[in-house]
């Protein structure tokens, strides 16, 4: 089993930053792109920002500049650091693996979800 464990979210002021944490463990063989996802009440889930592995970050248009993506593989873990946030960054954000496991199963994970709120 892969599991994908996040912290760090909360309640920020407008022009704040939080930063999110996201740590994979489990039969873990190799884990490629790692992300961080956000949805919405009656939205669609949507990429905030992702890493590949060994490839560019790509950020979604509404957050480039203000937030930063980042891993560190020896801690199979995966960062979100938000600065300059807005009210409208408000919602709950996931975090995403595509995990090659120790039995060579390639699959996609997602982690439980974190509410960040930003409200003053």
């Known amino acids: 089993q892969v599991q994908l464990v996040e912290s760090g979210g909360g309640l920020a002021q407008p022009g704040g930053s939080l930063r999110l944490s996201c740590a994979a463990s489990?039969?873990?063989?190799?884990?490629?792109?790692m992300g961080w996802y956000r949805q919405a009440p009656g939205k669609q889930r949507e990429l905030v920002a992702s890493?590949?592995?060994?490839?560019?970050?790509n950020y979604a248009d509404s957050v480039k500049g203000r937030f930063t993506i980042s891993r560190d593989n020896a801690k199979n873990t995966v960062y979100l650091q938000m600065n300059t946030l807005k009210p409208e960054d408000t919602t709950v954000y996931y975090c995403?693996?595509?995990?090659?496991?120790?039995?060579?199963?390639?699959?996609?994970?997602w982690g439980q979800g974190t509410q960040v709120t930003v409200s003053s």
């Open positions: 995403n693996a595509v995990i090659t496991t120790s039995r060579g199963i390639l699959n996609g994970y």
């Open positions: 890493s590949p592995s060994g490839g560019s970050t």
């Open positions: 489990g039969n873990i063989f190799r884990i490629h792109a």
